[in-house]
Structure formats: C-alpha cells, structure tokens
C-alpha cells in the first residue's frame, strides 16, 4: 500500500463505562475495498460510525488523506455513508432521491445536476428509472438507488453499514458481485460493515476481523481462511475441526493422525507444547476404496448440500470428530452413518493453534 488514505492509530471508544473500541489501529488504503467483520456488538459499527464522522473518541488518531479528522463534522468529511435500512424518501421519484444532496450544490446547473444523477443511476443498473416513483422499487433496486445517491456526491471513501441484509439470499449473492465491480468501476474506497464472513471474503480486498472491541486479525481473505491468527479467527472465518496435540520441536503428536512433522509457518501465535491442531472440511477427503491407506474412522454424521456433502468422522481411537467435505457427482458414493471409512490428508493441511 502506498501512503494510506486512511490512517486510524490506537483509537479508544467508551460509551460510558463500555469499552466499545480497545486500541483499534489500521491502515485503509485509496481504491481498497475493506471490510470490518466480526460478531454482533463487537465494535463494527462503532469504527464506521466513528471513520464517517458519527462519533467521537477518547483517545487516538484518525486521518484521511493526510488530514485530521477530529473535530470535523460528518458533513464536511469526504465520506458518504449507505445504511442498512436503504433511508429513501418512497414521495420522491428515483431521480429526485439520487440528487437529493446535490440540492445545495448551487455551482451546478439543473442540466448537470441531471446529468451527474443520470450517470449515477447507470452506474449501478439503474439507467432510466430516473422518473420511477421509489416506492414502487424491489427491495433491490432500493438499494441501488441508495448507492447512487451516495455516489453521485463522488466521496473519497462509501462507507457501507450491512447494506445487503435485508436482501434475500439470491439477490444478496448478486449485488455483492455487483458491488464489488462497481467499487472497482469508480475506483474508491469503500468499507464494508458485516457479520456474514461470506460476503466479506468474496468481496474484500483485505478484512479486519473484530472481536470485543478489538481487531484480532487483518489480512487478505485468502490469509485469514488458510492462516486464522487464533483458533477464534478459525472457528469465525469458515468450519474447521480441532483435534488435541502436543508439539514438540519439528514434531506434533495429533490425536488420532498420529506423530507428523511440523514447521513454523503452521503454527499460530503461542501454539507450542499441548496445543490444538486445525482442519478445514477441505483439507480431508474420504478414502471410498475400502483397500485405501487412510486412517480409519467411522462416519457419524452426514449432510447433504446439493453440490456436496458434509461427513462427521470420529477417527479410530479418539472421541472427537472431524468434518470433511466432499464434492457430490456420478459414480461418487454417498457413505451412512455407522459406515467404516479411512480419511486421506496430510500433514500441511493442519494448522497449530494455543490450546
Ligand atoms: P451489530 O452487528 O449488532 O451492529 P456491531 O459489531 O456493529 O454489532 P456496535 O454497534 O459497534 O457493534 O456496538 C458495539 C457495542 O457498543 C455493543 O455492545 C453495543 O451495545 C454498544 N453500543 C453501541 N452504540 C451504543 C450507544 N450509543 N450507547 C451505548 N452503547 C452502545
């Protein structure tokens, strides 16, 4: 990243005695697409509030562009935010919601003023509906309307506060694709409030995870899925099992896989000596020729999910079980319960968490 766009440094947030946000720093760049992730009440909205101008803090700094924000009313920050709850005025007509904080812009003529909403409105699908009462709308195009409007003001930053959750999930699944190449289209940055990590991972350029106040990890989607920093991060981020280990030197003994090499890299902060050891449902498969050389176990469990199926494994000679995934396709058999089985993986596919 070059010189960040926007820089937040040890930031402290109380709401009366409440720690809402505990020594938060980050580094948001120009043209990124960001997200903030994490459980409900964990301080995602709080951040947001506080980027967009909504609310103070106690302690800390926060710049953008190289300029400090404190002190600077929301209105005056070159930030704009789109709410969950979309916010139009259903009296007013799609265009008139768009150019409704071009309203005071008295540089603009009505011809540019329409025609700035006129390239708004395209931009997020929307060519046309100028004249449409915005009561009449889907729920979607409601959210597009409110994008625009946020656009059309061309903010160096949108700040998006879970604008897709009253969507359904085909329509959610649809606007995030959207999104993200609308973001990449006008080139801002925009931050993204969410709890579900599905739509963080596939539209992010980097996520913060937060928890309680306090960003526990942030990386690339592709980072926080294959290298969580804590079992917390694994467990948020995803599914993975977990199975008692004991590290010692270049060697773990896991419960049920027995004795494997290990290196650093596998290992999170703090997992040494008796630890646990990590495994995405992708980084097992089922071994369905009963002569393989996997590990033997028993499936307890299955669930079926159109495209695969999930399997709950208790390897031979632990009690606990492991998730494994496995695609569904002609010829590829379905296993019950009570089945003998022998799970393939290998010794990279585990990660090493503190116990
Ligand atoms: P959600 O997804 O549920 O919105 P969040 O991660 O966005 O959660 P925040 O809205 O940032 O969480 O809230 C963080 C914590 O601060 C919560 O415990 C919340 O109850 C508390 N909080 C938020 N706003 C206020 C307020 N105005 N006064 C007092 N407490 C607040």
């Known amino acids: 990243m070059t010189a960040p766009l926007i820089r937040i440094q040890n930031v402290q947030k109380y709401y009366g005695s409440y720690h809402a946000l505990r020594d938060v720093s980050v580094d948001i760049g120009a043209g990124e697409f960001f997200s903030l992730l994490g459980p409900s009440g964990c301080g995602k909205t709080t951040l947001l509030r506080t980027i967009a101008g909504f609310e103070e803090f106690e302690s800390g700094t926060l710049t953008l562009g190289g300029v400090d924000m404190v002190g600077v009313p929301a ?28 309203r005071r812009r008295t540089d603009l003529t009505g011809e540019a003023r329409a025609s700035l909403v006129a390239d708004a409105l395209h931009m ?56 993200r190449r609308l973001q990449r289209h006008v080139g801002i940055t925009f931050i993204l409030v969410t709890h579900d990590q599905e739509e963080a991972l596939t539209m ?89 050389q996997g590990t033997p176990g028993e499936v307890v469990e299955r669930e079926y999910f159109g495209d695969m199926t999930s399997y709950h494994v208790r390897l031979d000679g632990t009690d606990r079980l492991v998730e494994i995934a496995m ?29």
């Not at 709410?83 to 007013?92: E, G, N």
């Not at 949108?158 to 606007?175: H, N, T």
């Not at 027995?258 to 290992?267: R, S």
């Open 124 to 179: 997020v699908g929307l060519k046309g509906y100028g004249a449409r009462a915005a009561h009449a709308l889907s729920g979607g195009q409601r959210q597009r309307v409110a994008l625009a409007r946020a656009l059309v003001l061309k903010p160096k930053v949108l700040l998006l506060d879970e604008p897709l959750s009253a969507l359904d999930k085909k329509m959610r699944e649809q606007m995030q694709t959207e999104l």
């Open 327 to 355: 695609k569904n396709g002609p010829g590829i058999p379905v296993l019950d319960p009570g089945a003998r089985t022998r799970v393939q993986w290998s010794p990279e596919a585990l990660r090493y968490f503190a116990a």
């Open 75 to 102: 209105n005056k920050r070159p930030t704009n935010m789109v709410f969950q709850s979309y916010a139009i005025f259903p009296h007013l007509s799609v265009g008139d919601n768009v150019g409704f904080g071009l």
């Open 204 to 292: 992010s350029d980097r996520i913060a995870v937060m928890f309680e106040g306090r960003i526990a990890q942030l990386a690339p989607p592709q980072t926080l899925y294959a290298q969580p920093a804590s079992r917390a991060v694994a467990e948020f981020i995803g599914t993975m099992s977990f199975l008692p280990a004991e590290i010692s030197g270049d060697r773990a003994d896991v419960a049920g896989l027995g004795t494997v090499p290990v290196t650093a890299d596998q290992c999170a902060e703090g997992a040494t000596g008796t630890c646990v050891a990590g495994v995405r449902p992708e980084g097992m498969a089922l071994d369905f020729d009963e002569t393989g």
